[in-house]
């Protein structure tokens, strides 16, 4: 059985940091893995994306405050946000496939998905 679990998220002030972990089991480890998170009333959007062969892409909006990376001993992805500003406030989704490196915004290519954490940055 697949399971995918994000941690880590909580509420901090702009300027702030908060390190998001996702543990992944249940299926092999060396899949494609992305965060994407979704404010009030907007859609899901992708945030950063690691491959299996750990090629990286950021959004721009989190490019040079945010760093995703891979622990293969604990089968764990983490997402590092530093400098966080309001409008990273959000659900903060882990998620994982296969996944074309053109195609990583494409929600609908992704198979397994956690339940989400809130990130909440106050002003």
């Known amino acids: 059985q697949v399971h995918v679990a994000e941690s880590g998220g909580g509420s901090v002030e702009a300027g702030g940091s908060l390190r998001l972990s996702c543990a992944l089991s249940?299926?092999?480890?060396?899949?494609?893995m992305a965060w994407f998170r979704q404010a009030p009333g907007k859609e899901r959007e992708g945030v950063a994306f690691?491959?299996?062969?750990?090629?990286?892409r950021y959004s721009e909006s989190v490019e040079g405050r945010f760093s995703i990376s891979r622990d293969n001993a604990k089968n764990t992805v983490s997402l590092q946000m530093n400098s966080l500003k309001p409008e990273d406030t959000g659900m903060y989704y882990c998620a994982a496939g296969v996944i074309p490196w053109s195609r990583w915004l494409d929600r609908s290519r992704y198979t397994y998905w956690g339940q989400g954490t809130q990130v909440t940055v106050s002003a």
């Open positions: 690691l491959t299996s062969g750990s090629n990286i």
């Open positions: 249940g299926v092999s480890f060396s899949t494609d």
